[in-house]
């Protein structure tokens, strides 16, 4: 496909989303230090309605990233530490009988909450992860027949560390295609892991935290999101790189119709963070990775064979021709 795409006007924008989410970034990086890409994808599953796997080793700021984003929005923060006597009902919440007047009471469990952090998600066994699936897909929670919505914004992220297997338990597919992106934050160079010893001598930046943004603010921002411009060329180019996955013969599972609805908001997400009312092909190929990569199934061959999931993604990204 070589379409040539009409050239979009820079429509006047409200500056006030810019202005938002500038200082949402500027607050997390004075906590979370060099990771400022890293900060910026989170933001934009965020303003996407989506949630993030935060897959990296142990002592890398991930609960730390969570909780001042929390934080940040003034948000009600829940953490779950998942463990594999962890149940279900732990997690959603269930119904205690009260003796006195024979009644059952719904005590809501810890999902209850804009911001939950699902430690260590794999330490669980698959019965209580499945407890995320409905409640990461809908929004809800469904308790004895009876639906009880969560509170929005409603952002889950989970963590996982890739390197260790001891007493863990895969992520099944439909879990992890309700992530709308897996990030990795890495460890600090040299520079910003001196201002990190540094900026925690007398007490942590934590503590000095302050919220710069209401709930009702990002519940703006996700609706402002949803109008910026999808050109159908670009609709087209983007469903192409999935396409292509599900045909690759070295993967058991391609791209999901889920994926391409996460990408397809990511990217007016990006868009719309990069001050812009339209979508770009850069914006597309630039969240394709992290939106894609953690949704595909490698062969047995291929998986042993040492290739990566995003070494697909990324050769799909190099055969696509890109509209100009």
Excluded: W
């Amino acid at each position: 496909m070589n379409t040539t795409l009409t050239a979009a006007p820079h429509a006047a924008l409200n500056g006030s989303f810019i202005s938002t989410t500038d200082k949402l970034e500027q607050n997390l990086s004075n906590v979370i230090r060099g990771k400022e890409e890293s900060i910026r994808l989170l933001l934009i599953a965020l303003l996407a309605g989506g949630h993030t796997l935060l897959e990296d080793v142990p002592g890398t700021g991930k609960t730390t990233l969570a909780k001042s984003l929390a934080r940040s929005i003034a948000g009600v923060f829940r953490r779950i530490q998942f463990t594999p006597d962890l149940l279900p009902a732990d997690i959603t919440g269930s119904s205690f009988y009260s003796p006195q007047d024979g009644s059952f009471e719904f005590r809501e469990g810890p999902v209850f909450a804009n911001v939950v952090l699902a430690d260590e998600i794999n330490r669980t066994s698959p019965r209580t992860q499945s407890a995320l699936l409905e409640v990461m897909s809908e929004n809800q929670v469904t308790v004895e027949g009876r639906r009880r919505p969560l509170p929005q914004p409603f952002f889950v992220v989970a963590t996982q560390n890739p390197n260790e297997f001891h007493g863990t338990y895969p992520l099944p597919e439909a879990q992890l295609d309700r992530f709308t992106m897996r990030l990795s934050l890495g460890y600090p160079d040299l520079e910003d892991e001196i201002a990190v010893v540094y900026s925690q001598n007398e007490h942590h930046p934590f503590d000095d935290l302050v919220p710069v943004v209401t709930c009702e603010e990002v519940l703006a921002l996700q609706e402002q999101v949803k109008q910026v411009r999808f050109d159908k060329a670009i609709a087209e180019y983007m469903l192409r790189l999935i396409e292509a996955t599900r045909h690759d013969p070295r993967l058991r599972l391609g791209i999901s119709p889920r994926g391409s609805l996460a990408l397809y908001r990511t990217a007016q997400a990006r868009a719309r963070v990069a001050n812009r009312d339209y979508v770009l092909p850069e914006d597309v190929r630039t969240l394709a990775v992290p939106v894609l990569a953690h949704r595909i199934i490698l062969d047995t061959k291929a998986k042993y064979g040492g290739l990566r999931n995003e070494q697909i993604i990324e050769e799909a990204l190099e055969k696509i021709p890109v509209p100009r």
